[in-house]
């Protein structure tokens, strides 16, 4: 047979038969990666002494990369000129540009930033030191930052260590090791000497690592922190699978104390007294706006009109907030109005000081603005009325002009609400002989007493109370003219029937609080932290609450009110004063209707950073990185 004859025709068989014989399907690429990286050396080495090179070069045995190096990179202690951070195949390359302390040890912590750069693989919470002097110190303390106010973890907050114990050092000293939070709020400082510090928490604005504005959130601990180490034993378990134990190990340890810190941060109160806005969004009120709160109102003089008798004033329980309606049409229907405001300013040396300010409050629109379009309508109005006119209709009606009044009484009326009258305008009369309220007895409609009240917080607002009975029909009837606005406007009539829930319609809960001072407020809320209800503790220690809707889920939070002004107060670094203290109880009611609850609660026995419950928190912590367990999957697919 002639070979190069039939040469072709044995090749191509020779390779059909070949491709007959394998699996069809996407080539395998072999095992993923699932090391991660390790440190293999630096320079200087690790936990080096006598080192005086500000450049630190670290090496790993496979590529790597940095995630998020801005944010979980942190260098102890503190620099004031941020360092070089950069990567370079193998190799983490960090230039100190500040000046090397003498006798100082250095940490460079870079919790899981580090990667291997396929697979992503962390290697987990690294960190390296050094020192400048003889010894390096290896001491460490950690715990956890809560917001005073709801107890949410903080994330990216710096906690800084003192050795120096004068209050001042806050205010005038960056700290002396320093560290920063993460997703749960928790912190390690590492790298400390022995001695006793005092422990801070900053949000630092201007990152020069001390307080120094107002605007920074903190936290200070109260006590003196001690660092210390003891010997330990812990128990870790080696899994075959989800169910199954394969070893369990004793690991001996170093425990490094205190490990349980809590810091509670807050923002002081801003004293600084000015003005910061004056805004007239509509022609009949100004309203003036202040950075703090005030004793007393400020002094007012009209510059082209005249003051006197011509507002009515409404404020905030501050005196931060205050509204002027404009009594006389005349006054409002002005283009610019011109006052004299005398006000206590904060002056740069932090005084109150007298000041004199002259504002001008203009009209969103001007006189022939407003008279144009008074024009127009009128022309479209007499449009209209000769088109009716042609067709032979009567003349519409113009529409009788009354005050403005929500009336929230829902016909499904709650056994402890009150009906509640709102207003857009503030009211100069109330004809309470106009206003009925009525009980069905039978079939039978009678009167029955009740209160009307200003609402002490909301301006413009009224609360209706009764004897409300359950699965009582009530109505109310408010005649027209019952009630006059400030422009001369009266209400039209308004008639509302509401019955009284059954009280087995309602659920019941009772708490015997330990531990907590008397006039406390325990707050029910719900998921998105809303206060529901509230109720000061009892000299003996109960707070309870009844009717309370089913089907609702009920979280309990607590605050300690030192001052009794019924609200949660933060602190004051100045005055060693810390913010009220928070506390949740951790659980959560699902209220059933007919159901009570009785419930012991000791405000200590769960400490802080374990009181608030994951489903409410605000703050996730982020997932951990962990290796990637890819081979598994992979084995499944081959059908291994």
């Known amino acids: 047979m002639n070979w190069k004859k039939h040469r072709f025709p044995l090749i191509l068989m020779a390779v059909i038969a070949a491709y007959s014989c394998a699996s069809i399907g996407a080539p395998d690429g072999g095992p993923y990666d699932e090391e991660p990286p390790r440190f293999v050396g630096s320079t200087p080495e ?33 620099q004031m000129e941020q360092p070089e951070i950069k990567v370079s195949g193998k190799k983490v390359v960090i230039e100190l540009i500040d000046s090397l302390k003498d ?24 960190s390296f030191s050094f020192s400048t002097g003889e010894s390096i110190d290896t001491l460490e303390v950690s715990g956890t930052v809560l917001n005073a106010a709801d107890l949410e973890p903080v994330k990216g907050m710096l906690v800084g260590l003192h050795k120096n114990l004068n209050d001042t050092a806050f205010t005038t000293l960056p700290f002396d090791r320093v560290s920063r939070t993460d997703s749960r709020g928790q912190f390690i400082i590492r790298g400390i000497a022995p001695g006793e510090y005092r422990i ?3 949000m630092d604005g201007n990152q020069n690592y001390l307080f120094d504005s107002k605007s920074e ?28 134990i394969d070893t369990i190990h004793t690991v001996h340890y170093t425990r490094f104390m205190p490990d349980n810190l809590i810091l509670r941060v807050f923002k002081e109160e801003n004293d600084r007294q000015y003005l910061t806005r004056s805004q007239r969004d509509k022609e009949n009120h100004f309203i ?23 507002f009515i004033i409404e404020t905030t329980s501050r005196n931060d907030s205050i509204c002027y309606w404009i009594k006389d049409s005349l006054v409002y229907g002005m283009d610019t109005l011109e006052v004299q405001l005398d006000y206590l300013y904060t002056d740069s040396l932090n005084q109150l000081v007298p000041r004199t300010d002259t504002i001008y409050l203009a009209n969103k629109l001007t006189r022939e603005q407003r008279e144009r379009i008074q024009k127009e309508a009128e022309e479209e109005k007499e449009k209209e009325r000769k088109k009716r006119e042609k067709k032979g209709l009567e003349p519409e009606k113009e529409p009788t002009p009354f005050l403005k009044m929500n009336v929230d009484a829902p016909s499904s009326f709650d056994i402890n609400k009150n009906v509640v009258l709102a207003f857009d305008e503030p009211v100069v009369r109330f004809d309470t002989a106009a206003i009925h309220m009525q009980v069905k007895v039978d079939t039978l409609w009678e009167d029955t007493p009740f209160l009307l009240r200003p609402d002490s917080v909301l301006p413009r607002t009224y609360e209706i109370l009764a004897g409300w009975e359950p699965e009582k029909e009530y109505k109310l009837t408010i005649d027209s003219a019952a009630v006059t606005g400030l422009y001369g406007l009266h209400t039209n009539k308004s008639e509302h029937t509401m019955k009284v829930k059954k009280l087995d319609e309602y659920g ?47 979280y309990i939070r607590l605050f300690e009110d030192r001052n009794g002004n019924g609200k949660w107060d933060t602190g004051n670094y100045s005055k060693g004063l810390q913010p009220e203290a928070v506390y949740y109880f951790p ?25 608030k419950l994951d489903e409410i928190k605000k703050q996730k912590p982020e997932q951990e990185k962990k290796i990637k367990d890819r081979n598994k999957e992979r084995a499944k697919k081959l059908g291994r």
Do not use: C
Request: aromatic share 10%.
């Open 46 to 78: 690790l936990h080096a002494t006598g080192n005086q090179k500000s450049r630190i070069e670290l090496e790993f045995d496979e590529f790597i990369k940095l995630e998020k190096a801005a944010e979980k990179v942190v260098i102890s202690p503190p």
């Open 103 to 126: 006798s100082t040890t250095y940490t460079v912590d870079f919790s899981d930033a580090i990667v291997d750069n396929n697979e992503g693989n962390p290697m987990g919470n690294f």
């Open 200 to 202: 801070f928490a900053l």
């Open 217 to 244: 959130r903190i936290a200070f601990g109260d006590s003196l922190v001690i660092p210390s180490w003891e010997p330990a034993v812990r128990q870790d378990t080696l899994w075959q699978d989800t169910l199954t």
């Open 288 to 310: 003036l706006t202040f950075n703090a709160k005030a004793d007393s109102l400020p002094g007012l003089k009209g510059l082209n009109f005249d003051e006197t008798d011509a």
């Open 508 to 554: 019941t809960l009772l708490l015997n609080v330990k531990n907590a001072l008397p006039g406390s407020i325990v707050e029910l809320i719900d998921n998105s932290g809303k206060v529901l209800r509230q109720q000061p503790v009892t000299q003996e220690g109960t707070a309870d609450f009844y009717f309370l809707a089913p089907n609702s889920k009920y």
């Open 587 to 611: 659980k959560v009611w699902e209220m059933k209707a007919n159901f009570e609850f009785e419930e012991d609660w000791d405000i200590h026995e769960v400490p802080w950073d374990r009181q």
